[in-house]
């Protein structure tokens, strides 16, 4: 969505890949005349990483990885990035390796200093007239949760408070409890278990940080801070114990309420906003920045107009979704979240005002239910405008699962953490 300013459910496989019509961002700048570089993850091909960057390095075509031992593509020119590894996963379990898309693997550097120091190479030897484009993505923060020997006691698990939605059992059972990042720590959640993940993640964050100071530094050092965009974002949101979850795989705030900062010509300074937007919005934003024309292809909107007059209001409201088991809904004080699987249909809502946390279901309270029917609405609109089509009937998400509705566990406030735990000792 970031690289092609366009809506989930207008995508190929999930962003897999990035069919030539859709025109990424690296590519839109590229044909403006802008040098583009491209270092770290790419989850979207090689063929679209080719016609993105016209520079790269340490380049790392899949999702996630060891940290400490990235297979890595250097750049090529003319896109080929066909060169594959032997790599053994797990050794103990077993015998036959895998192949993997690299060209070397750095053993023993850390993801968050490799792909640091490919920016900071790229900056300090730049020698063009023209503008550059840099596209830096990293690994970091997410697990597995390691990082250099200095940044690792950096945080005390002792004296790091629990969230106030802490939960030792996932409070609504959505048939994920073994989902990916679910599984990276027991049930029940013990708080001193819980402490010391935030530790770690706490410090992969410090880590991070201290790199993106140095491609800062790299910018000051060359003299190109003053007239450059910077911007830092991220999509991991883990839960980590809020809500009896540890992953992302979820539509509460702690997972979809994500870092965005931008800096630069054009931007107030000092600025915050509680304005709504998505993560692709960046892609039209920066195009106005820049004097370049946003391609057809892109769905997003500007942000820019926030910048000129803070009151404007880009998006009234945000679509959610993950995958066929929810959907959601909010707009600047209010969420409503569905879940729909066939042995449960739950609808809550949240006044975000009042409840940051999310702990209290006003679905079924008097005086909510006209917000609660508003939202609803709303999300059968916004469902029908991303085209969210879960069948070859058409049906949206709100009404594919009403046929549910006799066999599902109707409980509009959600099972409690004893039930939830009850029926997570019958499952395992």
């Given at each position: 969505m970031l690289n092609t300013g366009r809506g989930l459910f207008h995508l190929v496989e999930n962003g897999k890949s990035i069919p030539c019509e859709h025109v990424t961002m690296g590519e839109c700048l590229r044909s403006a005349g802008y040098r583009t570089f491209g270092t770290g993850k790419w989850h979207n091909g090689p063929d679209s990483y080719a016609r ?377």
């Open positions: 993105s960057f016209t520079d790269g390095a340490e380049i790392f075509f899949g999702g996630m990885w060891d940290h400490w031992n990235v297979p890595a593509c250097d750049f090529h020119a003319d896109g080929d990035y066909e060169r594959k590894i032997h790599y053994t996963p797990n050794f103990t379990a077993q015998s036959d390796p895998v192949m993997v898309r690299a060209d070397h693997i750095h053993a023993g550097v850390h993801s968050t200093d490799l792909f640091t120091d490919a920016a900071v190479d790229f900056i300090r030897s730049y020698q063009d007239d023209k503008p550059f484009f840099m596209y830096v993505s990293f690994l970091a923060p997410h697990d597995p949760r390691t990082m250099p020997e200095e940044y690792r006691n950096m945080y005390n698990p002792d004296d790091i408070p629990l969230p106030g939605n802490y939960a030792e059992m996932p409070l609504v059972n959505f048939g994920w409890t073994d989902g990916r990042d679910e599984s990276i720590e027991a049930y029940p959640r013990r708080p001193e278990r819980i402490r010391q993940h935030i530790a770690d993640y706490y410090a992969m964050i410090s880590h991070i940080d201290t790199r993106v100071g140095l491609v800062l530094d790299a910018l000051e050092e060359r003299g190109m801070a003053e007239n450059t965009i910077v911007v830092l974002m991220g999509d991991n949101g883990l839960a980590i114990g809020q809500h009896g979850l540890m992953g992302k795989q979820n539509l509460y705030e702690h997972s979809v309420n994500v870092p965005l900062v931008m800096a630069g010509p054009g931007i107030p300074a000092g600025m915050r906003s509680e304005k709504l937007c998505y993560l692709m919005d960046v892609y039209p934003t920066l195009c106005d920045l820049c004097g370049v024309e946003i391609p057809a292809s892109v769905e997003a909107k500007s942000l820019a107009p926030i910048f000129a007059q803070p009151d404007t209001t880009v998006r009234d409201a945000l679509y959610l979704a993950f995958q066929g088991r929810m959907r959601g809904v909010m707009d600047e004080r209010y969420k409503l979240i569905a879940f729909r699987t066939e042995k449960l249909k739950l609808t809550q809502l949240f006044d975000l005002q009042n409840d940051p946390w999310e702990l209290n279901n006003c679905y079924d309270v008097p005086g909510y239910r006209e917000i609660g029917a508003r939202l609803e609405a709303r999300m059968l609109e916004l469902s029908r405008e991303w085209d969210d089509r879960l069948n070859e009937d058409g049906d949206v998400f709100w009404q594919a699962y009403d046929r549910y509705e006799s066999a599902a566990v109707k409980n509009p406030r959600g099972p409690s953490g004893a039930d939830v735990k009850k029926q997570m000792q019958i499952s395992q």
